[in-house]
């Protein structure tokens, strides 16, 4: 059974910074690509950061030079560093594993975790 789940999520003033977590069990990490997602209220969740077992990261325009995604696999947590924050990051944001095989995609998401930004 997969098993994401996130922590650091919190209240932060306009050009704080908090670090997310996101521990996942199970056997997926390895073979994944993971990522961090956000939805905030009234909109669609959308990419924030996305990194795969190897090759480049991808970030939302939005968040570039903010945000930084990284991942440690001996210990299957994956982070995002969220530098300068602002109140349109304003959103709950979820881990997830993604897992391809030659016929389908597999999503696995965490249960989402609030990130607040207000003075």
């Known amino acids: 059974q997969v098993q994401l789940v996130e922590s650091g999520g919190g209240l932060v003033q306009p050009g704080g910074s908090l670090r997310l977590s996101c521990v996942a069990s199970?056997?997926?990490?390895?073979?994944?690509?993971m990522g961090w997602y956000r939805q905030a209220p009234g909109k669609q969740r959308e990419l924030v950061a996305a990194?795969?077992?190897?090759?480049?990261?991808t970030y939302a325009d939005s968040v570039k030079g903010r945000f930084t995604i990284s991942r440690d696999n001996a210990k299957t947590t994956v982070y995002l560093q969220m530098n300068d924050l602002q109140p349109e990051d304003t959103a709950v944001y979820y881990c997830?594993?993604?897992?391809?095989?030659?016929?389908?995609?597999?999503?696995?998401w965490g249960q989402g975790t609030q990130v607040t930004v207000s003075s």
């Open positions: 199970g056997s997926i990490f390895s073979r994944s690509t």
């Open positions: 990194i795969p077992r190897t090759g480049t990261t």
């Open positions: 997830n594993a993604k897992t391809w095989t030659i016929v389908s995609v597999t999503d696995y």
